[in-house]
């Protein structure tokens, strides 16, 4: 069977759970907040995986997926090198839109607005808890930039190794945190017949946010 025949027949009616009115609170991240824990608790695999798109100069949209590694009323923070493609990008246009895609839970959610780097104690303290080969990593690699071959990477990676013997390694000024600040969030349940809820948030100008379902 071609590709093409085998993606036309796979066709999954969703039919876990709901997503009404009542179940709403008026915060989004509140339900945010639930709906990752839902899938930490399901043990799906890296549920904190997202998709952050951001925008060239050009107009051109760009995506990749990050690890979110924290999430308050401020926003969801992600770490980063800042000479990445992505950082450049957010440093012309600090706007970004970013998806978590839950299958196994029928449920996506969709987060946009603007981006600010986060604290260097939040970096820091980020930085500090990841483990000494990732530590050494983030140095190594010259994210997002063109290199020779994989030894290039590797032997980098000795340099730091040795560069840091018997030290902590500190973190890079040019890696750190991003903190996407949601302006605008919407909820996706998959509901039987392709009959969907989706709920938008937006964010008002006095802080609060408006809440409206949308057709699927
Ligand atoms: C599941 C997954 C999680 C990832 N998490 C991060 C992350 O938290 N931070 C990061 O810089 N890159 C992460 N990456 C790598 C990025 O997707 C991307 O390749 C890298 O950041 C360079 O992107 P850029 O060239 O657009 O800046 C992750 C990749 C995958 C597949």
Redesign the pocket.
């Known amino acids: 069977m071609s590709i093409r025949e085998q993606l036309w027949q796979l066709r999954r009616d969703y039919s876990q759970r709901a997503l009404s009115e009542k179940d709403l609170p008026t915060e989004p991240f509140d339900l945010l907040k639930r709906w990752l824990q839902d899938a930490l608790s399901e043990g799906l695999v ?1 549920p904190n ?1 997202a998709a952050l798109a ?1 925008v060239s100069k050009d107009g051109q949209p ?1 995506v ?4 979110i ?1 924290d999430l308050d009323e401020t926003g969801l923070i ?4 800042y000479e ?4 450049s990008e957010l440093s012309n246009n600090p706007r970004a839109a970013l998806l978590f895609l839950w299958t196994p839970l029928e449920r996506q959610v969709r987060v946009e607005g603007f981006i600010e780097k986060v604290s260097e104690e939040i970096s820091d303290a980020y930085f500090k808890s990841r483990p000494r080969n990732y530590q050494l990593a983030a140095w190594a690699s010259p ?2 930039q063109p290199i020779p071959d994989r030894k290039f990477l590797e032997d980098r990676y000795k340099e730091m190794e040795a560069r840091f013997e018997g030290q902590e390694v500190i973190r890079p000024p040019f890696w750190g945190g991003f903190r996407l600040v949601p302006e605008r969030i919407e909820f996706w349940q998959g509901r039987p017949n392709r009959l969907h809820d989706r709920f938008l948030y937006m964010r008002q100008n006095d802080g609060s946010w408006s809440i409206v379902r949308l057709a699927p």
């Open positions: 890296e995986a951001t760009s990749r997926a990050v690890l590694r992600f770490f980063t090198n990445s493609r992505k950082a994210q997002s």
